[in-house]
Protein backbone atom coordinates (compact mmCIF):
# COMPACT_ATOMS: atom_id res chain seq x y z
CA UNK A 1 0.00 0.00 0.00
CA UNK A 2 1.50 3.77 -1.44
CA UNK A 3 1.65 6.06 2.09
CA UNK A 4 0.01 8.72 2.52
CA UNK A 5 0.88 12.47 2.06
CA UNK A 6 0.64 13.00 5.64
CA UNK A 7 3.46 10.26 6.02
CA UNK A 8 5.36 10.99 3.12
CA UNK A 9 5.19 14.84 4.63
CA UNK A 10 6.56 13.33 8.18
CA UNK A 11 9.41 11.17 6.36
CA UNK A 12 10.67 14.38 4.65
CA UNK A 13 11.07 16.56 7.68
CA UNK A 14 13.07 13.83 9.20
CA UNK A 15 15.87 14.09 6.43
CA UNK A 16 15.41 17.94 6.87
CA UNK A 17 16.05 17.10 10.72
CA UNK A 18 18.97 14.81 10.22
CA UNK A 19 20.45 16.84 7.83
CA UNK A 20 20.26 19.96 10.14
CA UNK A 21 20.88 17.95 13.71
CA UNK A 22 23.33 14.99 12.20
CA UNK A 23 26.52 17.17 14.08
CA UNK A 24 25.58 16.64 17.54
CA UNK A 25 23.80 13.25 17.23
CA UNK A 26 26.13 9.86 18.33
CA UNK A 27 25.52 7.56 15.22
CA UNK A 28 24.26 4.97 17.18
CA UNK A 29 25.23 1.14 16.34
CA UNK A 30 22.98 -1.67 14.95
CA UNK A 31 24.61 -4.39 17.55
CA UNK A 32 24.06 -8.27 16.46
CA UNK A 33 22.27 -10.17 19.37
CA UNK A 34 25.39 -12.29 21.38
CA UNK A 35 23.02 -15.09 21.48
CA UNK A 36 22.63 -18.17 18.54
CA UNK A 37 18.59 -18.43 17.02
CA UNK A 38 17.96 -21.23 15.17
CA UNK A 39 15.80 -21.22 11.38
CA UNK A 40 18.36 -18.77 9.99
CA UNK A 41 16.57 -15.97 12.49
CA UNK A 42 19.17 -12.34 13.34
CA UNK A 43 18.52 -10.27 16.01
CA UNK A 44 19.99 -6.89 16.19
CA UNK A 45 19.73 -4.02 18.61
CA UNK A 46 19.43 0.32 17.19
CA UNK A 47 21.06 0.87 20.56
CA UNK A 48 19.74 4.51 21.09
CA UNK A 49 20.80 3.36 24.81
CA UNK A 50 24.29 5.24 23.93
CA UNK A 51 22.66 8.57 22.34
CA UNK A 52 23.51 11.62 24.23
CA UNK A 53 21.22 12.22 27.43
CA UNK A 54 21.10 8.08 27.15
CA UNK A 55 18.09 8.26 25.32
CA UNK A 56 16.75 8.68 21.54
CA UNK A 57 14.90 11.78 23.00
CA UNK A 58 17.47 13.99 22.13
CA UNK A 59 16.93 13.82 18.44
CA UNK A 60 13.33 15.15 18.88
CA UNK A 61 14.73 17.60 21.24
CA UNK A 62 17.10 19.07 18.80
CA UNK A 63 15.07 19.03 15.62
CA UNK A 64 12.01 21.02 17.78
CA UNK A 65 14.89 23.46 19.22
CA UNK A 66 16.70 24.06 15.95
CA UNK A 67 13.43 25.19 14.57
CA UNK A 68 12.20 27.64 16.76
CA UNK A 69 14.04 31.34 17.03
CA UNK A 70 16.76 31.28 20.16
CA UNK A 71 14.52 34.05 22.07
CA UNK A 72 11.43 31.57 22.36
CA UNK A 73 11.03 30.71 25.93
CA UNK A 74 9.57 26.60 25.78
CA UNK A 75 8.11 24.82 28.65
CA UNK A 76 8.04 20.54 28.47
CA UNK A 77 5.87 17.89 30.37
CA UNK A 78 8.33 14.95 30.40
CA UNK A 79 8.26 11.76 32.64
CA UNK A 80 11.81 12.31 32.42
CA UNK A 81 13.95 11.20 29.17
CA UNK A 82 12.26 14.12 27.41
CA UNK A 83 12.54 16.90 29.89
CA UNK A 84 16.56 15.47 30.19
CA UNK A 85 16.70 15.72 26.41
CA UNK A 86 15.68 19.10 25.92
CA UNK A 87 17.67 20.61 28.98
CA UNK A 88 20.40 19.44 27.30
CA UNK A 89 19.30 20.58 23.94
CA UNK A 90 18.70 23.97 25.21
CA UNK A 91 22.34 24.41 26.46
CA UNK A 92 23.41 23.83 22.85
CA UNK A 93 20.93 26.21 21.32
CA UNK A 94 20.45 28.97 24.41
CA UNK A 95 16.93 28.51 24.50
CA UNK A 96 15.11 29.42 28.21
CA UNK A 97 13.54 26.27 29.21
CA UNK A 98 10.92 24.91 31.79
CA UNK A 99 10.49 21.39 32.90
CA UNK A 100 7.23 20.00 33.95
CA UNK A 101 7.57 16.69 35.70
CA UNK A 102 5.48 14.50 37.75
CA UNK A 103 6.01 13.57 41.34
CA UNK A 104 7.13 10.10 40.19
CA UNK A 105 10.09 10.88 38.11
CA UNK A 106 12.88 8.68 38.77
CA UNK A 107 15.20 10.83 41.24
CA UNK A 108 18.44 10.69 38.52
CA UNK A 109 16.56 12.16 36.14
CA UNK A 110 15.63 14.82 37.98
CA UNK A 111 19.07 15.06 39.50
CA UNK A 112 20.50 15.50 35.99
CA UNK A 113 17.88 18.07 34.91
CA UNK A 114 18.04 20.03 37.48
CA UNK A 115 22.06 19.78 37.35
CA UNK A 116 21.68 21.35 33.37
CA UNK A 117 20.40 24.69 34.98
CA UNK A 118 16.51 24.99 34.15
CA UNK A 119 13.76 25.47 35.70
CA UNK A 120 11.76 22.17 37.08
CA UNK A 121 8.08 22.25 38.38
CA UNK A 122 7.06 18.85 39.75
CA UNK A 123 3.16 18.12 39.21
CA UNK A 124 1.02 15.62 40.11
CA UNK A 125 1.55 12.28 40.09
CA UNK A 126 0.90 11.52 36.61
CA UNK A 127 2.72 12.40 33.47
CA UNK A 128 -0.62 12.79 31.51
CA UNK A 129 -1.56 15.56 34.05
CA UNK A 130 1.58 17.20 34.40
CA UNK A 131 1.23 17.57 30.05
CA UNK A 132 -1.88 19.52 30.81
CA UNK A 133 -0.20 21.67 33.82
CA UNK A 134 2.37 22.57 31.10
CA UNK A 135 0.19 23.58 28.44
CA UNK A 136 -1.81 25.65 30.40
CA UNK A 137 1.64 27.32 31.82
CA UNK A 138 2.56 27.77 27.82
CA UNK A 139 -0.56 29.42 27.45
CA UNK A 140 -0.76 32.01 30.47
CA UNK A 141 3.30 32.90 29.72
CA UNK A 142 3.67 33.15 26.47
CA UNK A 143 5.87 30.56 25.76
CA UNK A 144 5.99 27.82 23.39
CA UNK A 145 4.89 23.74 24.38
CA UNK A 146 7.10 21.88 23.30
CA UNK A 147 5.57 17.94 23.59
CA UNK A 148 7.08 14.71 23.63
CA UNK A 149 5.30 13.51 21.16
CA UNK A 150 2.18 15.71 19.96
CA UNK A 151 4.71 17.68 17.35
CA UNK A 152 5.95 17.10 13.93
CA UNK A 153 9.31 18.67 14.41
CA UNK A 154 10.29 15.95 17.59
CA UNK A 155 8.34 13.37 15.44
CA UNK A 156 10.58 14.26 12.86
CA UNK A 157 13.98 13.85 15.01
CA UNK A 158 12.43 10.22 16.40
CA UNK A 159 12.29 9.05 12.66
CA UNK A 160 16.26 9.75 12.25
CA UNK A 161 16.90 6.47 13.80
CA UNK A 162 14.82 4.87 10.97
CA UNK A 163 17.03 6.67 8.26
CA UNK A 164 20.26 5.26 10.21
CA UNK A 165 19.15 1.85 10.56
CA UNK A 166 18.14 1.78 6.73
CA UNK A 167 21.86 2.97 5.98
CA UNK A 168 23.24 0.54 8.30
CA UNK A 169 21.80 -2.48 7.55
CA UNK A 170 21.44 -4.44 4.05
CA UNK A 171 18.02 -5.81 5.05
CA UNK A 172 15.68 -5.20 7.46
CA UNK A 173 12.41 -7.41 8.15
CA UNK A 174 10.57 -6.18 11.51
CA UNK A 175 10.84 -3.35 14.37
CA UNK A 176 10.14 -3.25 17.58
CA UNK A 177 9.58 -0.18 18.67
CA UNK A 178 7.86 0.53 22.45
CA UNK A 179 5.07 2.86 22.43
CA UNK A 180 3.89 5.34 24.67
CA UNK A 181 2.66 8.99 23.35
CA UNK A 182 3.73 8.00 20.01
CA UNK A 183 6.66 9.93 18.71
CA UNK A 184 8.93 7.88 18.25
CA UNK A 185 6.71 4.86 16.23
CA UNK A 186 5.64 7.81 14.19
CA UNK A 187 8.59 8.79 13.11
CA UNK A 188 10.15 5.16 12.71
CA UNK A 189 7.20 4.24 10.40
CA UNK A 190 6.64 7.24 8.49
CA UNK A 191 10.61 6.80 7.44
CA UNK A 192 10.12 2.61 6.83
CA UNK A 193 6.83 3.24 5.21
CA UNK A 194 8.32 5.98 2.79
CA UNK A 195 11.87 4.64 2.08
CA UNK A 196 11.13 0.41 2.82
CA UNK A 197 7.52 -0.24 2.90
CA UNK A 198 8.00 -3.98 3.12
CA UNK A 199 9.71 -3.56 6.55
CA UNK A 200 7.17 -4.52 9.21
CA UNK A 201 6.33 -2.09 12.17
CA UNK A 202 5.29 -3.59 15.65
CA UNK A 203 4.20 -1.39 18.25
CA UNK A 204 4.95 -2.62 22.54
CA UNK A 205 2.67 -1.38 24.70
CA UNK A 206 3.18 -1.84 28.54
CA UNK A 207 -0.74 -3.51 29.84
CA UNK A 208 -0.36 -1.03 32.51
CA UNK A 209 -0.28 1.96 30.54
CA UNK A 210 -1.45 2.06 26.95
CA UNK A 211 -3.19 4.81 26.41
CA UNK A 212 -2.04 5.33 22.85
CA UNK A 213 -2.81 1.52 22.05
CA UNK A 214 -6.06 1.12 22.79
CA UNK A 215 -6.88 4.57 20.54
CA UNK A 216 -5.43 3.29 17.41
CA UNK A 217 -7.22 -0.11 17.90
CA UNK A 218 -10.71 1.83 18.67
CA UNK A 219 -10.03 4.69 16.28
CA UNK A 220 -10.25 7.86 18.54
CA UNK A 221 -8.81 8.89 21.57
CA UNK A 222 -9.28 6.50 24.41
CA UNK A 223 -9.04 7.31 28.30
CA UNK A 224 -7.57 4.53 29.80
CA UNK A 225 -6.73 3.58 33.66
CA UNK A 226 -3.12 4.00 34.17
CA UNK A 227 -0.82 1.70 36.93
CA UNK A 228 2.66 1.77 37.79
CA UNK A 229 4.87 0.54 35.00
CA UNK A 230 8.56 -0.84 34.85
CA UNK A 231 8.44 0.80 31.44
CA UNK A 232 7.60 4.28 32.99
CA UNK A 233 9.26 6.36 29.72
CA UNK A 234 5.82 4.75 28.41
CA UNK A 235 3.76 5.72 30.82
CA UNK A 236 0.92 8.61 30.90
CA UNK A 237 -2.23 9.13 28.10
CA UNK A 238 -1.89 10.76 24.97
CA UNK A 239 -3.22 14.45 23.82
CA UNK A 240 -6.64 14.70 22.20
CA UNK A 241 -5.84 15.06 18.38
CA UNK A 242 -2.75 14.29 19.02
CA UNK A 243 -1.09 13.67 15.11
CA UNK A 244 0.35 10.65 16.49
CA UNK A 245 -2.84 8.82 16.77
CA UNK A 246 -3.61 8.96 12.77
CA UNK A 247 -0.12 8.18 11.89
CA UNK A 248 0.67 5.22 13.86
CA UNK A 249 -3.16 3.61 12.96
CA UNK A 250 -1.15 3.81 9.33
CA UNK A 251 2.61 3.20 10.00
CA UNK A 252 2.00 0.32 12.82
CA UNK A 253 1.20 -2.57 11.32
CA UNK A 254 0.93 -4.72 14.68
CA UNK A 255 0.54 -3.98 18.37
CA UNK A 256 1.73 -6.24 20.97
CA UNK A 257 1.14 -5.85 24.86
CA UNK A 258 2.88 -6.94 27.75
CA UNK A 259 2.60 -7.43 31.62
CA UNK A 260 4.74 -6.41 33.94
CA UNK A 261 6.51 -9.73 33.82
CA UNK A 262 6.99 -9.65 30.65
CA UNK A 263 8.55 -6.60 30.65
CA UNK A 264 10.97 -7.68 33.51
CA UNK A 265 11.59 -10.42 31.43
CA UNK A 266 12.81 -8.63 28.75
CA UNK A 267 15.26 -6.16 31.12
CA UNK A 268 16.69 -9.46 32.35
CA UNK A 269 17.20 -10.80 29.21
CA UNK A 270 19.02 -7.35 27.85
CA UNK A 271 21.30 -7.75 31.37
CA UNK A 272 22.18 -11.04 31.08
CA UNK A 273 21.85 -12.67 27.71
CA UNK A 274 23.16 -9.45 25.71
CA UNK A 275 25.22 -7.99 28.89
CA UNK A 276 23.30 -4.62 28.65
CA UNK A 277 21.47 -2.77 31.27
CA UNK A 278 18.63 -0.77 30.26
CA UNK A 279 16.03 0.66 31.13
CA UNK A 280 12.25 -0.42 31.35
CA UNK A 281 10.88 1.13 27.79
CA UNK A 282 13.53 -0.77 26.52
CA UNK A 283 13.24 -3.69 27.81
CA UNK A 284 9.05 -3.76 26.95
CA UNK A 285 10.31 -3.96 23.22
CA UNK A 286 12.56 -6.69 23.68
CA UNK A 287 10.06 -8.65 25.51
CA UNK A 288 7.78 -7.91 22.55
CA UNK A 289 10.26 -9.50 20.83
CA UNK A 290 10.44 -12.63 22.65
CA UNK A 291 6.51 -13.01 22.73
CA UNK A 292 6.34 -13.11 18.76
CA UNK A 293 9.29 -15.89 18.54
CA UNK A 294 6.95 -17.31 15.84
CA UNK A 295 7.56 -14.87 13.15
CA UNK A 296 11.02 -14.54 13.53
CA UNK A 297 12.28 -17.89 11.22
CA UNK A 298 14.10 -16.53 8.21
CA UNK A 299 13.94 -12.80 9.20
CA UNK A 300 16.13 -9.97 10.14
CA UNK A 301 14.23 -7.99 13.63
CA UNK A 302 15.54 -4.87 15.10
CA UNK A 303 14.24 -4.04 18.17
CA UNK A 304 14.90 -0.09 18.92
CA UNK A 305 16.91 0.27 22.36
CA UNK A 306 15.42 2.80 23.82
CA UNK A 307 17.04 4.26 26.42
CA UNK A 308 18.95 3.45 29.05
CA UNK A 309 18.21 5.40 32.06
CA UNK A 310 16.61 3.39 34.54
CA UNK A 311 16.05 3.67 38.50
CA UNK A 312 19.02 2.08 40.20
CA UNK A 313 16.40 1.44 42.75
CA UNK A 314 13.75 0.63 40.72
CA UNK A 315 15.79 -2.18 38.50
CA UNK A 316 17.89 -4.04 41.49
CA UNK A 317 15.06 -6.25 42.41
CA UNK A 318 14.33 -7.23 38.72
CA UNK A 319 17.80 -8.43 38.16
CA UNK A 320 18.39 -9.60 41.48
CA UNK A 321 21.53 -8.01 42.71
CA UNK A 322 23.77 -5.34 41.21
CA UNK A 323 27.49 -4.96 42.63
Given amino acids: MTASSAVLEQAALSVAAYRRIKRWLILTPCIPSRLSFDNDTELLFKADNFQKTGSF ?23 GNHGLALATAAQITGHNLTVVLPETVAREKLS ?3 ALGVETILHSNDSGLAELYAQKLANKQGKIYCSPYNDPQVIAGQGTIALEMLEQLPRLDVVYVSVGGGGLISGIGAVLKAFSPSTRLVGVSAVNSAALAASIRAGYNVEVTHSDTLADGCAGGVDEGSITLPLGREVIDELIDCTEDQIADGIRHMAWGEKMLVEGSAGLAQAAWQLDAHNHTGKVSAVVLCGANFDRDRIAPVLGTIS
Fill in 112 to 114: RIK
Fill in 57 to 79: KFRGAMSKLTSLSTDVPAITASS
